[in-house]
């Protein structure tokens, strides 16, 4: 096999580590690990399995874009109303953003095929920079068509962003490890959103009074969203990643528009069954909308609103290590898992929201604060007193809300680790995720537009809670019938114009080529 590396221009590395770099149950024989030559291939940390364009590598800078890009705004979403005291604004930007995240995440899939991860995930980290320089700018002059244009474009950067993202997430990692994987990704991801909180933490840790944070925190986003674009130009494409076990990513290897708008339909016909899992990519976002503006924005003070968005993704890596590793649990077979995770989410649904039922009682008006225009009186003189951290009142909501993140966490990891056991195909992940993000984004569209329109933070609720159990009742048979304990590579290369031989450098590696 050494000379047959040789003749192809591939320098193999002796090992005795499994292929895999989750370290499951080691393979008998030694392992000879293939690896073409060139700087990208160069063995950083043998006994873990990094060089350059390994999956590993390759997943923790995605993850380092999103900390710096999709982490920051999150940070600044989470403090309800995009860091100010009216979230009209706010909702009117993530109206126009949902929408066209809608169409450009449904078809992300076909950009990310044709045009690799690495240009979609630099232009993503773009339109995150601008659309907080936007709301910098609206804190200085009265510009609603550059704020609509921002969130408009931001839809477009962050439906190609996040395609391009799942796709590394579910198809770089063998199947074995796609669980560790999530949880690593969202880990660092959430940390972005954990450090971003404590900007405007630290700017308003004086200010107790419901309001706006300050031009310094708009800033500091700023930069660090346009650190993170230029990080994703160094990242490389999926043809050039190789894994541990000596295979590559399926692809098309001649991709046109064509084939890939194609791609959409023969993903659907090869799996039909995935459409059942379409509510639940509908309401993975819907209930942002209710948890930041609803309880957040509406509750709390500037101060106490920063700290509630820290502790918030602080849950979010809590549950995703917990959960991601808990998915890969080899001790039980992956439909065994399957079906457990469907049973935590039916628990966790109705104990963290049954939870949040008790607390909505308050309503709109309740915590209204404004003024009555052209006047300086209050239009509810009697409106609740925004709560600080410390108050006595506060340790309830704060654990509510912690409870809310963790929950969120443990939505995104199952349905990613759903997809992901549905096919190991690079092409067929990205159409999988396109629908994820643009479905899930077309509801999340929906709720901001009715939060904009003042829905009642009750209906808000109901509508979250209902929403959550219809989509978990539509992926049972999805969840029961569909996953299995493997994918076989026959199966992925469905639909692509690829072989065994163009994905498995060691022909040898029947775990790899799935037979045994």
């Not at 630290?202 to 706006?212: H, L, M, P, R």
Request: proline share 4%; with cysteine.
């Amino acid at each position: 096999m050494a000379e047959k590396a040789e003749e192809a221009g591939t320098a193999p590395v002796e090992t005795t580590a499994p292929f895999d770099d989750s370290s499951p149950p080691a393979h008998d024989g030694p392992h000879e690990l293939v690896l073409p030559g060139g700087w990208k291939y160069k063995v950083l940390n043998q006994k873990h399995h990094i060089w350059y364009a390994s999956p590993k590598f390759q997943l923790v800078m995605v993850a380092f874009v999103c900390f710096l890009c999709p982490g920051m705004f999150n940070a600044l979403g989470g403090m309800g109303g995009g860091g100010k005291s009216d979230a009209t604004l706010a909702d009117n930007m993530n109206t126009a953003l949902y929408s066209t995240f809608a169409v450009f995440g449904f078809f992300g899939g076909t950009f990310v095929n044709k045009l690799g991860v690495k240009i979609n995930l630099a232009f993503g980290g773009i339109g995150y920079c601008i659309y907080a320089i936007s709301l910098l700018a609206s804190e200085h002059a009265y510009v609603p068509g550059f704020n609509i244009f921002s969130g408009a474009l931001l839809g477009v950067c962050a439906g190609l962003l996040w395609t391009a993202q799942g796709t590394i997430m579910i198809s770089y990692p063998h199947e074995i490890s796609k669980g560790r994987y999530f949880a690593w990704f969202w880990a660092i991801f959430n940390m972005g959103a954990v450090i971003g909180s404590l900007i405007p933490l630290a700017q308003n840790i004086d200010q107790k009074g419901a309001g706006t944070v300050s031009d310094g925190t708009y800033i500091g986003f700023i930069v660090l969203m346009f650190l993170g674009a230029v990080l994703a130009l160094l990242l490389c494409n999926a043809k050039d990643v190789i894994r541990p076990d000596n295979t590559k990513v399926v692809l098309m290897k001649n991709p046109s528009w064509q084939t890939e708008f194609k791609g959409l339909w023969e993903t659907l016909k090869f799996e039909p069954f995935v459409i059942l899992l379409f509510p639940m990519f509908w309401c993975s976002n819907w209930f942002y909308t209710y948890q930041q503006n609803a309880v957040n924005a509406a509750r709390f003070d500037v101060r106490t609103r920063a700290l509630n968005g820290l502790l918030y993704y602080a849950a979010q890596i809590i549950g995703a290590l917990i959960l991601g590793y808990a998915l890969d649990m080899e001790r039980f077979r992956r439909s065994v898992r399957a079906k457990a995770c469907l049973a935590m989410l039916y628990v966790t649904t109705m104990a963290i929201w049954g939870g949040g039922y008790a607390y909505q009682n308050y309503t709109r008006f309740d915590v209204d604060h404004s003024l009555i225009e052209g006047t300086d009186q209050p239009v509810n003189p009697n409106a609740l007193k925004p709560v600080d951290w410390t108050d006595s009142d506060y340790v309830g909501p704060m654990f509510l809300y912690f409870f809310y993140g963790l929950y969120d966490s443990l939505w995104q990891a199952s349905v990613y680790w759903f997809m992901g056991a549905l096919s190991n195909s690079g092409r067929r992940s990205a159409n999988y995720v396109g629908f994820y993000k643009g479905i899930q984004s077309a509801g999340a569209a929906v709720m901001w537009s009715r939060d904009s329109h003042k829905m009642s933070f009750k209906d808000e609720f109901i509508s979250n809670w209902v929403l959550l159990m219809v989509a978990l009742l539509c992926a049972t048979p999805v969840i029961w019938v569909k996953i299995h304990d493997t994918v076989r590579l026959e199966d992925d290369l469905q639909g692509t114009d690829e072989t065994a031989e163009d994905v498995v450098l060691d022909l040898h590696n029947k775990e790899a080529i799935g037979g045994a």
